[in-house]
């Protein structure tokens, strides 16, 4: 009992601390980090809504079903479903993702460390030693490295506050098609949703629960407050940016070990493990690949969530989600399934074409 207590609060506290260090990540990519429009984060909650809380049910019932890991996964749920082998790639896709996401949140890191502190050092090589730290954290029990994953988080939010930061005042303006590819961004990839984290960091109470909303509720309401406190947050002094940088090797160190641990759950040699993961993580070292690989997590983060609504939504048999979430009402069985079935697919390719055109 001790311990399913003790994984049905580390979810939420994980939800809220990476989607908050991945949001502040991929703020100069949706452009975000200093405006604060009201119609934007309107649109931002509206997606939260309708595309993050679909796949976060969707996560969690899949590891339901499975009772495994998303990796180890989904060699039984493809079995379960009739389906091609070929759908187990986005295991792979996601797993190898979650480093390469680590080393995203790393990049950006240097970067405020090279601003904040080093600015005659080439920000490549801050990233290589905030990686090797990143790797000697990740060896740490599970939480402890959310313990400091929060408490840095939690003391970036007040120095932040503290320390003279003032953002501009909220204003309203004419929404643009690019927007509604930021806000989906920020929905799914900046919460880390299609990697399986949520459920595989819940497993001994996701297997217990009776209903899935009692695992899902508590996570989505913590990636909802870290939208909520991004809004009152920016980096303009030295020791937020110092708290923050540790939030971030923090949270990617618990990236790194959650992909370990799906590795390792999918038996794979432990040399093979840590191979993929350092490889994906330093990649991001290659001096001048920083917008590039911004680019690339954004479209890779969203195809996977784009694979996985395929999946569960048209290749899975209908009964079998439906019972490992168990909703009281078969009407909610109904909405969820239009949202993972039509709306999720949809709104991805909107968001995709949406971002394409700003690089064109």
């Not at 939690?154 to 501009?168: E, Q």
């Amino acid at each position: 009992m001790q311990h399913n207590a003790l994984s049905r609060w580390l979810s939420p506290l994980m939800a809220f601390c990476l989607s908050f260090i991945i949001i502040t990540t991929l703020a100069p990519v949706t452009g975000i980090q200093i405006e604060r429009q009201i119609d934007f984060w309107i649109l931002w909650l509206l997606t939260m809504v309708v595309l993050a809380l679909p796949i976060c049910y969707l996560e969690i019932a899949l590891v339901k079903r499975s009772k495994m890991t998303a990796l180890q996964a989904l060699s039984k749920l493809t079995r379960d479903a009739d389906a091609s082998p070929k759908w187990r790639l986005v295991g792979w896709f996601a797993v190898v993702f979650i480093p390469f996401l680590a080393g995203g949140i790393l990049d950006n890191a240097s970067q405020l460390l090279m601003v904040y502190a080093f600015p005659a050092t080439e920000y490549n090589i801050l990233c290589i030693g905030l990686a090797i730290a990143t790797v000697i954290i990740s060896l740490l029990p599970r939480a402890i490295i959310l313990i400091l994953t929060l408490i840095a988080v939690i003391a970036s939010l007040i120095f932040a506050n503290v320390f003279g930061t003032v953002l501009p005042e909220w204003k309203l303006s004419p929404l643009a098609f690019s927007e509604w590819g930021h806000a989906t961004i920020l929905a799914l990839v900046a919460s880390g949703l299609g990697l399986g984290l949520y459920g595989q960091s819940n497993l001994a109470t996701v297997q217990s629960e009776d209903v899935a909303s009692k695992t899902v509720l508590p996570i989505w309401i913590a990636q909802i407050l870290a939208v909520v406190v991004f809004g009152f947050f920016a980096i303009r002094t030295q020791i937020p940016a110092f708290t923050f940088i540790i939030a971030s090797v923090a949270g990617s160190a618990l990236l790194l070990q959650m992909a370990r641990e799906q590795l390792a759950h999918r038996q794979i040699s432990t040399v093979l493990q840590w191979g993929i993961l350092l490889i994906v993580l330093f990649v991001w070292a290659i001096p001048n690949t920083s917008a590039i690989f911004d680019h690339i997590l954004v479209f890779w983060g969203l195809v996977i969530c784009f694979i996985y609504a395929i999946f569960a939504g048209w290749i899975m048999k209908i009964s079998h989600l439906r019972k490992s979430m168990n909703f009281s009402n078969e009407a909610f069985y109904n909405i969820w399934r239009i949202a993972v079935r039509i709306i999720l697919p949809v709104a991805i390719i909107v968001a995709i074409v949406a971002q394409l055109g700003q690089l064109i």
